[in-house]
């Protein structure tokens, strides 16, 4: 059975920094590509940010470039995000999500969804 278990978020100051972990249990790193999204209620999900199974693409939105990095640690089944300046418009809960179908935006194309970790900062 795949798990994916968030941790790592909670209330933090504008301009301050967070760092999301994901561990992975029931599946392979090197057969999947991970990847974060977020969402705010009332909102679609948003793509964050996607990384390859060996670490060696990764891709971001446009709202998080230059500020948060996606890394991987195969021999942990974890991925991370580090997110730094953060804004209170990156209030949302973060998911990470695992595909086998390449390094995709597209929230449909993910197979497995973890169940999210609350991040909010204050103005």
């Known amino acids: 059975q795949v798990q994916l278990v968030e941790s790592g978020g909670g209330l933090v100051q504008a301009g301050g920094s967070l760092r999301l972990s994901c561990a992975a249990s029931?599946?392979?790193?090197?057969?999947?590509?991970m990847a974060w999204f977020r969402q705010v209620p009332g909102k679609e999900r948003e793509f964050v940010a996607t990384?390859?199974?060996?670490?060696?693409?990764?891709m971001y939105a446009d709202s998080v470039k230059g500020r948060f990095t996606i890394s991987s640690d195969n021999a942990k089944n974890t991925v991370y995000l580090q997110m730094n300046s953060l804004k209170p418009e990156d209030t949302a809960v973060y998911s990470c999500a695992a595909t086998s179908r390449g390094v995709r935006v597209e929230s449909y194309l993910y197979n497995y969804w973890g169940q999210g970790t609350q991040v909010t900062v204050s103005s």
């Open positions: 029931g599946l392979s790193f090197s057969r999947y590509h």
């Open positions: 990384i390859g199974w060996n670490g060696g693409v990764t």
